[in-house]
């Protein structure tokens, strides 16, 4: 349970709890103080309400589940965090464990000239324990390749889980050393799975990496499903799998490997857009109708499809919305990334921001709470609306204003994203085509429970 208190941008996100395979609810304060006095010890009907907020909403159920591994007088250690003096909610941190990698992967952003000393494991345990203290609700685990070196790996699933029960996921490309992985987050309760890259065909996916580990890696996927850890997808689609058939074939072998969470990405950093507005709009549309005839006419067992931000399977009736007035990165507000070079504004655009934004300083010291307050000032300061590009486009409603790192000049928070105009514009006509209606994003904040989950 996450409680921030005095938070200058306030959000449904000010109480919140979170399972340990990383579900999350939104609560009232009420609700909160509530659920924060079932130790374990305490008989529910005790607890005054408790019992009648359990027959109108069973979900709650599932968060009264502390973990058992405790000792006397500290029956919910690291499992009620109450954190001051932040500007936003810190919510989610990607961490970069290491920059070396097996691989050399043509869309790569993490440069071999930019390798820094890599963490110690004090440094390790000292950032779980100041991400814990910030009320971070799931950290993932990436590189580089976060597998290489175990040993570290290791010391950071159990800084994070068992030293702070905050749940993990791991991305890695899913090629080597993958069994003593499977080993490390087998029977762990706040793993909440990986994420493994697998671009299409055997020949697409080895292209892309550089590396001939296609049929390992679809080796190790099998064995991850078998320990019973979630497994999710991500390919990248390039022209190497664009045409109908292949994707086609590529969609079979998904639904043969047993994947029930895939995600396609379109990787704009390889070159796919250029500035031309509408170039390839076609290519992406026929794809993105491939894949729904796929879903919606073969038996696979896949129960969430992405497409980049085209579309989404099943098709869901309405989404969160971004509003103008809402701050740049605001589906991503509450998010730090940080690496062994340091924080950044934005780790994948780290440059694009300047340099005073390129390295603030690292999640180990003393000084994590200003650093990530830095971060959430700059992202409240500038708000969509303040970028004129997004502020007159009829566009704005299905492309939702894109990624400033993506921006015409980042440093300015100005200029569009043609990336992410283009997939509007891709979104746009594959709902036409599809006779279905595109419909106004729904304002955030609508409609939600008590106990709303994410």
């Known amino acids: 349970m996450r409680r921030r208190s005095g938070c200058k941008y306030e959000s449904g ?49 599932e ?31 990607i961490w970069h464990l290491t920059q070396s990698c097996n691989m050399r992967c043509g869309h790569c952003y993490r440069f071999p000239g930019d390798i820094k000393e890599p963490f110690s494991e004090g440094q ?27 040993r570290k790996l290791e010391c950071a699933v159990a800084a994070l889980t068992q030293g702070n029960r905050i749940p993990v996921v791991l991305n890695t ?17 706040f793993a909440r799975g990986v994420q493994i890259s697998l671009d299409g065909t055997k020949e697409s996916h080895n292209a892309l990496r550089g590396v001939d580990s296609y049929d390992e890696i679809v080796s190790n996927i099998g064995k991850y499903l078998e320990a019973g850890i979630h497994v999710r997808v991500i390919s990248m689609l390039t022209d190497d799998w664009l045409d109908r058939n292949e994707i086609r074939r590529v969609c079979g072998a998904i639904a043969d490997l047993g994947i029930s969470d895939w995600t396609v990405e379109i990787p704009s950093v390889t070159g796919r857009w250029t500035n031309d507005l509408t170039i390839r709009v076609e290519e992406v549309v026929s794809a993105a109708l491939e894949f729904h005839a796929f879903f919606e006419s073969h038996d696979h067992g896949v129960g969430r499809f992405s497409f ?24 991503d507000l509450g998010l730090i990334t940080f690496g062994p070079e340091g924080v950044a504004y934005c780790s994948l655009f780290q440059d694009r921001f300047g340099e005073e934004l390129a390295c603030l300083g690292h999640m180990h010291d003393s000084n994590y709470k200003e650093i ?14 303040d970028n004129q590009s997004c502020r007159w486009c ?55 429970s008590e106990t709303g989950n994410e």
Not at 313 to 326: G, N, Q, S
Not at 379 to 384: D, E, M, Q, Y
């Open 13 to 61: 996100a000010d109480h919140v709890a979170v399972t340990r395979l990383g579900v999350v609810y939104f609560l009232t304060p009420e609700i909160f103080e509530m659920l924060s006095k079932c130790n374990g010890l305490t008989a529910l009907p005790a607890i005054q309400g408790l019992a009648d907020f359990i027959e109108k909403d069973r979900d709650a159920l």
């Open 63 to 93: 968060i009264i589940s502390l973990d058992r591994d405790r000792s006397e007088g500290d029956e919910t250690r690291g499992q009620i965090i109450t954190v001051d003096g932040l500007v936003a909610p810190c919510r989610q941190a």
């Open 124 to 150: 390790i345990e000292a950032t779980a324990d100041n991400l814990s203290a910030l009320g971070v609700e799931c950290v993932r685990l990436s590189g580089g390749e976060v597998t290489l070196d175990h």
């Open 173 to 189: 490309n899913g090629w080597k050393h993958q069994d003593r992985t499977i080993e490390l987050l087998r029977d762990n309760p």
């Open 308 to 331: 980049a931000q085209v579309f989404d399977w099943p098709l869901p009736p309405t989404e969160e919305a971004k509003r103008l007035e809402d701050p740049v990165c605001s589906h």
């Open 372 to 385: 990530w307050n830095r971060i959430a000032t700059v992202r409240l300061t500038h708000t969509i609306a």
């Open 394 to 448: 009829p566009l704005f409603w299905v492309c939702q204003g894109g990624c400033p790192g993506q921006y015409g000049n980042p440093v300015q928070f100005q200029g569009c994203d043609t990336h992410s105009r283009n997939l509007a514009l891709s979104k746009m006509r594959v709902y036409e085509s599809l006779g279905i209606p595109l419909l106004k994003q729904k304002e955030a904040g609508d409609d939600q």
